[in-house]
């Protein structure tokens, strides 16, 4: 369906508005990011923030980067006794509990990273299947399983037997499957014999009734009011309110299959105050209100990595961040459900409403409020989020003058009458609002079926333009004349990218190389295009979106040129620009859309995320998967901002919708935990070192090094986190990293006391108050003591001074000896340096030469392109790599055999040395590739020149040795210095990908990295 995955945030504008069309978007963890097992159980956060997973065949921990695995070891002391995790439990006193089937009850020793198993007999457990755990309110355990309930004295390791018996004197069924100690102290139980409540004074049980009375309870839940959610064996959910004596169902009453009543509930949780989810065997989760009516199904889509991992959910479980996780036979999720700011439409979930697909490649509000939605290859869908209508635009290429083509939709503009304009691949339609009539255009002798990017409806005005070049003006009112043709040589390219009207009437048009603006009073046009040596100029290459914000600042997004801001016009008129690039915090330096918010905020969808940049300060938020924003691409020029205030951007996996006011910034301070420690590559324990008051750590004298890894609990969004340390006592200041360097290793230490700071950020960057400061005392080996060096130094002396007496008489008796034999060799050196230098000379000749041709090599010009970029960085200017690939070469080497392909190298060589001007330089990197180096490059045009002339050099025949001729060509890549990289390896690198975007587009041309 069109699936907004608002991420279920509480009741809001935009959420009501798209309340039809909402869904869940998850991050998930599986076995491709390295857990171990897909089919988990259970999820938990101990009492240091860790997360752990119990799967089916033992158990992992999380903290945010690597998983540390515990396969089960029953027969090594310490291990994990078993390998099915049922349920997981953390004590009032904060330490880790683990239910397992065969094993009994687990407890995890956190200093000795250890476990500990109590089983069923004498003084133990009534048996060893644990289904159910549950704080007894006096520092013990309640325990439930098919042999009863115990009571679990953790200090003792003792359990004892709870009687079950009801207020009347009877017995109840022993086979339980839950157990809840309520805040009340009241103590509820359920399993076979159903429901029953014991009261906080230790009165008898007594029976709760459901409205179903074969329905077996099985999971216990207490919501923030007090009521108690029971889940069923095979029958759904009830809700017994506090004080009530009997649970009613909760209903899917807006559901025509309610799969609830006959679905096995695992677990559930209350996210936020409004919302309790509900885990089912094999049908995904139920939201419900905390009155028991449901409001919403989550499933898992096919094909959809951002959704629910598997319909069949085991656990849920909400961490200290306020991130609900499930636990799937997939693996693990989470979510945010508190963050309502930001939304994702995508196709493909099953639901009351469905898209036809997930590219969204234009959008546009009408006046009516709806939003229609362009598509890569099906037509158009319109949504009323207001009513939760949807109606669909399908393509019939059959029909291509009342059909839409199933090709691109670019561009859709409101025209009179609730009527839209729209641009497509194969020509521009207007469409009724209703979407029944629709109409291709034919505009003068503009092909009817011509490409139309851009659209725009301006007072009595359609403008339009695309391919074929150039923009058209046609008046609405056929009466007021005839269409206007602005051809595209008046521009700074034919092709047209996006037209937008400025505050002064005038048409700005953006092209695939540069800007224009339009007066449509005069006709007059003013063209401007990116000039190298002018940082202020346009930014370079293809016009991908054209706004003016609420200041009447023109914004322009050019691929691969940034984002630019003008800023006025110099003495000449030229236009004046800041640009935004990576360096300045934007994700990608290919943005996309433009938008501005009702704060006046610009947003700005790129190639890797969306970004919000303040233009206050300039500074730039990016927003990317772990905020919600999980489609990666989007396209150009897709996007609106409705009357509601929402910002929608169109991209190739989905509709990313962001509501501005409900974005909410993370506050969470997450702890700071040391996750290894290793003292000369030896692992020791680590849980010592995260207590409240850490364990110190002794590094031996005899060892050389010890490296602590650590990392901060904060699991929205782990690798955007940063850290510092330092060691007091020998680091000056702080050593900052990122989350992929989380280790302070240290070496050779002189024996002392020193302190281990660590400090780390939460998701959002802030630091985090809870920092770790950990003890190091370096111990002294014995030859670091005072009396080992003082003897040391003593020793040293006197083997110092008897060395100089030996060594002086040697050098005495050698003295004569030498100066009678530099003289005889004195005449024989001479003569073998005159021979060491000529011999030099042609190895270094022979070095930088390719053997083949005579060419330079790799070597040599990678070293002439290194000199050639300090010249530009020190007098500026521009140069040009041109990476000649061969075509049709290989087939010579094939069928003639290599002497005639060598032959033919050599003739390549040679005539492309012919034509080598004085700024060029032309080497051979190997096989059939040449390079040639162009300096003082001075514009797009001169390239252009450069490279068609050295394809034209090659496309002549070259006779073979045999007789006959062999015709080849060849296809270049060009990469520009600083545009596309400031190395010689980089410079080289984007040519190479630039050679093959020539081979693809038919061989025997040129094109740049972004063609």
Do not use: C
């Not at 938990?44 to 396969?71: C, M, N, P, Q, S």
């Not at 028991?292 to 909400?318: A, E, F, H, K, M």
């Not at 074929?468 to 004349?481: E, M, N, Q, S, T």
């Amino acid at each position: 369906m069109l699936l907004i995955a608002a991420l279920i945030a509480p009741p809001a504008a935009a959420a009501e508005r798209w309340a039809d069309f909402t869904g869940a978007v998850f991050h998930n963890l599986s076995i491709d990011n390295g857990l171990p097992r897909q089919a988990t159980r259970q999820v938990i956060e101990d009492a240091d923030g860790f997360l752990w997973v119990g799967a089916y065949g033992g158990l992992t921990r999380w903290d945010g980067y690597r998983f540390k695995v515990y396969d089960p070891a029953p027969r090594r002391p310490g291990g994990l006794p078993d390998n099915f995790i049922q349920v997981m439990h953390n004590d009032s006193g904060g330490r880790l509990w683990l239910g397992t089937t065969t094993a009994g009850l687990v407890g995890y020793d956190r200093e000795t990273d250890s476990f500990s198993s109590y089983r069923a007999g004498r003084d133990g457990l009534s048996n060893d299947v644990i289904n159910a755990l549950a704080d007894d309110g006096r520092g013990g355990l309640w325990i439930a399983g098919p042999g009863g309930l115990d009571r679990f004295d953790t200090a003792t390791g003792k359990a004892r037997a709870e009687p079950l018996a009801t207020t009347d004197g009877r017995a109840i069924d022993p086979r339980l499957e839950g157990v809840l100690r309520d805040r009340r102290g009241g103590l509820w139980i359920a399993g076979a014999a159903g429901l029953y409540r014991r009261a906080a004074d230790g009165r008898p049980f007594e029976k709760i009734a459901l409205e179903q009375p074969t329905a077996v309870p099985g999971r216990l839940f207490e919501d923030r009011d007090g009521a108690l959610w029971v889940g069923t064996m095979r029958d759904g959910a009830f809700l017994v309110p506090a004080g009530a004596r009997i649970g009613r169902r909760v209903t899917e009453p807006d559901v025509d299959r309610p799969d609830l009543p006959g679905e096995r509930v695992m677990a559930m949780v209350q996210p936020v105050p409004d919302q309790v989810w509900i885990a089912t065997q094999t049908k995904g989760i139920v939201v419900a209100t905390p009155e028991g009516r449901t409001i919403q199904r989550i499933r898992s889509i096919p094909d959809v990595p951002s959704s629910l991992p598997d319909n069949g959910v085991n656990g849920l479980y909400v961490d200290r961040a306020g991130l609900l996780w499930v636990a799937t036979s997939r693996g693990i999720g989470n979510i945010d459900p508190d963050q309502a700011g930001i939304a994702v439409l995508f196709a493909g979930a099953p639901g009351r409403r469905v898209a036809s697909e997930s590219n969204f490649t234009a959008v546009a509000e009408m006046p009516d409020g709806r939003i229609w939605l362009g598509l890569r290859s099906r037509g158009i869908d319109i949504v009323d989020p207001a009513t939760g209508a949807l109606v669909r635009i399908a393509p019939d290429p059959a029909q291509p003058e009342t059909a839409l083509p199933d090709d691109r939709v670019l561009a859709i503009a409101p025209g009179p009458g609730g009527s839209a304009f729209v641009g497509t691949e194969k020509g521009l339609y207007r469409i009724a609002g209703d979407g029944a009539d629709i109409r291709r255009l034919t505009v003068g002798d503009r092909p009817a079926d011509g490409r139309v990017d851009a659209v725009l409806v301006d007072g009595d005005s359609l403008w339009f333009g695309g391919q074929p070049g150039g923009v058209w003006r046609l008046p609405l009112d056929p009466a007021d004349g005839p269409p206007h043709h602005y051809p595209g040589d008046r521009l700074t390219d034919p092709r047209i990218t996006v037209l937008k009207r400025g505050p002064d009437g005038a048409i700005w048009i953006g092209t695939w190389q540069g800007l224009n603006r339009l007066d449509p009073a005069t006709g007059k046009i003013e063209a401007w295009k990116n000039d190298i040596d002018d940082p202020a100029s346009v930014n370079r290459g293809f016009v991908a979106d054209l706004s003016f914000d609420s200041r009447n600042r023109l914004w322009v997004a050019t691929l691969a040129g940034g984002l630019g801001l003008m800023e006025g016009r110099d003495a000449q008129g030229r236009p004046r620009f800041r640009r935004f690039g990576t360096a300045d915090g934007l994700p990608n330096n290919s943005p996309n859309k433009i938008l501005e918010d009702n704060a006046g905020r610009i947003w700005i969808s790129s190639d890797h995320g969306i970004a919000a940049l303040n233009p206050k300060d300039f500074s730039i938020q990016v927003l990317g998967e772990a905020d919600g924003v999980t489609v990666r691409n989007f396209w150009v020029h897709s996007g609106a901002r409705t009357r509601a205030g929402e910002l929608l951007f169109g991209g190739t996996s989905g509709l990313v919708l962001i509501d501005p006011p409900r974005l909410s910034r993370s506050t969470y301070q997450p702890p700071l935990v040391v996750t290894d420690v290793r003292i000369d590559d030896t692992e020791i324990p680590a849980g010592p070192f995260n207590g409240g008051e850490p364990a110190t750590l002794v590094v031996p004298g005899r060892a050389n090094a010890f490296a602590v890894e650590f990392a901060s609990l904060d699991y929205a969004a782990p690798q955007r986190l940063r850290y510092r340390y330092r060691l007091v006592g020998f680091d000056a200041g702080w050593n900052t990293t990122g989350a992929a360097r989380r280790v302070a290793r240290y070496t050779n230490l002189w024996p002392g006391d020193y302190r281990l700071q660590i400090a780390g950020t939460n998701s959002d960057g802030q630091w985090s108050a809870h920092q770790r400061e950990i003890p190091v005392h370096i111990t002294a080996a014995w030859y670091q003591t005072q009396w080992a060096l003082f003897a040391a130094g003593m020793v040293g002396l006197a083997l110092v001074a008897g060395a100089i007496q030996l060594r002086t008489a040697q050098l005495r008796r050698r003295r004569a000896e030498l100066e009678a034999e530099v003289a005889a060799r004195t005449a024989e050196l001479l003569r073998a340096n005159a021979a060491l230098t000529a011999a030099r000379a042609e190895l270094e000749q022979l070095a930088g030469e390719d053997a083949l041709t005579g060419l330079p090599n790799r070597r040599v010009f990678e070293a002439r392109l290194q000199r050639a970029l300090d010249r530009l960085r020190q007098e500026g200017g521009r140069l040009a790599v041109l990476f000649l690939d061969l075509d049709n070469f290989k087939a010579l080497n094939d069928r003639l055999g290599h002497p005639a392909g060598d032959g033919l190298l050599r003739a390549v060589a040679d005539r492309l040395g012919a034509r080598m001007k004085a700024n060029e330089s032309l080497a051979r990197l190997g096989g059939d590739e040449f390079v040639v180096l162009v300096e003082g490059v001075i514009g797009d045009t001169e390239v252009a020149a450069t490279a068609q002339g050295l394809i034209d050099t090659l496309a002549d025949p070259f006779p073979l040795p045999g007789g006959g001729n062999w015709r080849i060509g060849v296809s270049i890549g060009v990469a520009l210095a600083p545009d596309d990289g400031h190395s010689p390896d980089a410079l080289l690198h984007a040519a190479d990908r630039a050679v093959y975007a020539a081979k693809a587009a038919g061989r025997g041309t040129w094109r740049l990295p972004q063609a």
